[in-house]
Structures are given as structure tokens and as C-alpha cells.
């Protein structure tokens, strides 16, 4: 079945600092694929997305590329801030399912 | 405009109670969904309706839990005879069609079986 794996946190960084989250998957077909947000207390929202390979999400300064040929779709952001400390969950949903299958998440901690 | 909400949004049962958990979806809605997620885990799907026709729920993890979504808005889940094993977040979200269109999500009941 459709599985997602992505790096384990908890992730440390200093504010401005460079940010990847390794994310791969496991899926038949030809899947979408998600990051999702969890900032604390609150709940999970799309981050970006991609529907189709070498399609690239971006959104608030995060971006990620969809790679068929490696079975990836790596997060990334430039200059981190503070206000990026939650936990991403990477996602897909197998094509023509509704479902989303959700990686365990990795938690981000940016410190000023 | 009003997001998903979900209620109770904590909830603390003694083993072998029953519970019952509330969805209030995005008002024109057609898809809903339930997920489940363990402390420290992500969501894990269990199961989906569209408008009132529960579609999947393959991820119904025992014949305790049973949803419900009777007039194709407002859904219920509900576990039967609850265990230690159902403590966890249960999540709600909806999708504006029957399609392949955004999940927005509510923030969750945490369950907690003592």
C-alpha cells in the first residue's frame, strides 16, 4: 500500500538558517503529494502541494519539487524564523483515491 | 468564513464507555473525512463520506467504531466500549466536491481512555 517516510525530528535551527525535511514515498500510480503544517495548538494546514512530477509547491517562502525518478519530495526554505516552528507532515493521496496518507511528521524548533 | 469544527474538543472516557464525537464541516461540504493520530504520529485515515454515503472505511480500525453522516453535514463517530488503545486525536475534514479538492481540517478532539 501507499506508505510515506520522512527524516525524524526534532530539527534545531538558528533563525535564517537553511531548512531541508527529507520526505519519500511509497505509492502506485501517480500520485499528489503534500506538506502539511501543525503550528502549536492549532491544526493542520496545507502548506503546498504537487500534482504531478517536476511540478514545485511553494508557499511562504517554502518550496518542494516533485521527483518520480527518486521517490521524493524534499521540503526546503532558505532563511527559517521563529515563526516556522511546528511540525510538517509530509502526504500523498494515491490517484483517484480520496484518502491522504500522512508521513509521522517532523518537528521544527527555529531558536533566535 | 467558518472553518471545520469538532466537539468536544477533549474528551476523557473510562474504559468500556461509549463516546461519540461531533463534525461540523464547511457548510456546502460534500466530502468528509475521519482520521486517527496517535501521539506522536501522523493522521491515519478511517474512513470517508460523500454527502451522506459513506464511501470508504477500510480504515475503521474494529466493529467498536461506527460513523455516521445522516443528512450529509454534520457527522458523528462513534467507539463503542472504548479501550486504552483508542486514545488519540481523531480529526475531521472536509473537501468542497466529490473530486480530488483540498482537505481542510478541524483541530481535533482529543480522546484520552483511562
Known amino acids: 500500500g501507499d506508505s510515506v517516510t520522512q527524516m525524524e525530528g526534532p530539527v534545531t535551527l538558528s533563525e535564517e538558517a537553511f531548512l531541508t525535511i527529507n520526505c519519500t514515498y511509497t505509492?502506485?500510480?501517480?500520485?499528489?503529494l503534500f506538506w502539511y503544517v501543525q503550528y502549536p495548538g492549532e491544526g493542520l494546514q496545507l502548506l503546498l502541494k504537487?500534482?504531478?512530477?517536476?511540478d514545485k509547491g511553494s508557499n511562504k517562502g517554502f518550496e518542494a519539487t516533485y521527483r518520480k525518478e527518486t521517490t521524493s519530495f524534499h521540503l526546503e526554505k532558505g532563511s527559517v524564523q521563529v515563526s516556522d516552528s511546528a511540525v510538517y507532515f509530509c502526504a500523498l493521496r494515491g490517484g483517484g483515491y480520496q484518502k491522504v496518507t500522512f508521513g509521522t511528521g517532523t518537528k521544527l524548533q527555529v531558536i533566535p | 468564513g467558518a472553518g471545520v469544527s469538532q466537539s468536544p474538543r477533549y474528551k476523557v472516557a473510562k474504559r468500556g464507555q461509549d463516546v461519540a464525537l461531533r463534525c461540523d464541516p464547511i457548510?456546502?461540504?460534500?466530502?468528509l473525512f475521519w482520521y486517527q493520530q496517535a501521539l506522536g504520529q501522523g493522521p491515519e485515515f478511517l474512513t470517508y463520506?460523500?454527502?451522506?454515503?459513506?464511501?470508504?472505511k477500510s480504515g475503521l480500525p474494529s466493529d467498536r467504531f461506527f460513523a455516521e453522516r445522516p443528512e450529509g453535514s454534520v457527522s458523528t463517530l462513534k467507539i463503542q466500549r472504548t479501550q486504552q488503545e483508542d486514545s488519540a486525536v481523531y480529526l475531521c475534514a472536509s473537501s468542497l466536491g466529490a473530486g480530488v479538492d483540498e482537505q481542510y481540517f478541524g483541530p481535533g478532539t482529543r480522546l484520552t481512555v483511562t
Open positions: 504537487a500534482t504531478k512530477a517536476d
Open positions: 463520506f460523500q454527502n451522506e454515503a459513506q464511501l470508504d
Open positions: 505509492a502506485t500510480g501517480y500520485p499528489s
Open positions: 457548510s456546502g461540504h460534500v466530502s
